[in-house]
């Protein structure tokens, strides 16, 4: 099942600068989207999201762009701190009736001091 | 903040074997999910559930599954006889609608199967 894909197993960074993952999806129907991120022995745990009728979303110091045309979405972080060290992982909304999420493998962010 | 609570964090077990795998949602949330993450692969959804019945589930969900909310807080799943295959942390999620909503996920029970 390849319908969303994170194509960077991991990612590292400085303290401070700018953090860039990416997420593409095959599917043109999927109209909602979900960023979750994950520590060691914890479950996911939500981040930020964005419907399609938006191009981006903001919060804080993380903002999500959706590229409808491209099939694709990135996670801005600015500016990274090490304590945003984690697997990050993109969802898709299948199914509104019933919530189903399908994830992306995940890449690991490394924020380094 | 509401959580998402599991139990247990591990569960070791011998293949054949059943198991039950409990879940505590949050507790205005009317949708729970399982989902499940082999080492080294995706999080996958298992099933979803509302109203007291599946809503969906996956072709991983097969008949040596089965979900129940027994009392009106927690939520189960049972593997009747596992395999070797289903050694993988397991997700419960629950969410208040199910659609463009957020998924509050539990912290997971890891199951090993030997």
């Known amino acids: 099942d390849q319908q969303v894909k994170q194509n960077s197993p991991s990612l590292s960074v400085q303290e401070g600068r700018i953090s860039i993952l990416n997420c593409d999806y095959t599917?043109?129907?999927?109209?909602?989207f979900l960023w979750y991120k994950k520590y060691p022995a914890e479950g996911p745990t939500f981040l930020i999201s964005i419907s399609s009728i938006k191009d981006k979303n903001e919060d804080g110091r993380f903002t999500v762009f959706l590229n409808k045309s491209a099939k694709h979405l990135s996670l801005h972080i600015v500016p990274s701190q090490p304590g945003d060290s984690a697997v990050y992982f993109c969802a898709a909304l299948v199914s509104s009736n019933t919530g189903k999420l399908i994830f992306g493998q995940g890449t690991t962010l490394q924020v380094k001091p | 903040e509401p959580e998402v609570t599991q139990t247990p964090s591990h569960q070791v077990t011998q293949m054949g074997q059943e198991v039950i795998l409990r879940c505590v949602p949050i507790s205005n949330h009317l949708y729970f999910y399982w989902y499940r993450q082999i080492l080294g692969q995706k999080v996958e959804f298992l099933v979803s559930?509302?109203?007291?019945?599946?809503?969906?589930k996956s072709e991983i969900f097969d008949d040596q599954f089965s979900v129940e909310r027994p009392d009106g807080s927690n939520f189960t799943l049972k593997i009747r006889s596992t395999k070797l295959e289903d050694s993988a942390m397991y997700f419960c999620?629950?969410?208040?609608?199910?659609?463009?909503?957020?998924?509050?996920f539990g912290a997971g029970s890891r199951l090993t199967v030997l």
């Open positions: 559930f509302y109203n007291n019945e599946i809503s969906e």
């Open positions: 999620a629950s969410s208040e609608y199910s659609g463009a909503n957020v998924l509050t």
């Open positions: 599917n043109s129907m999927f109209d909602y």
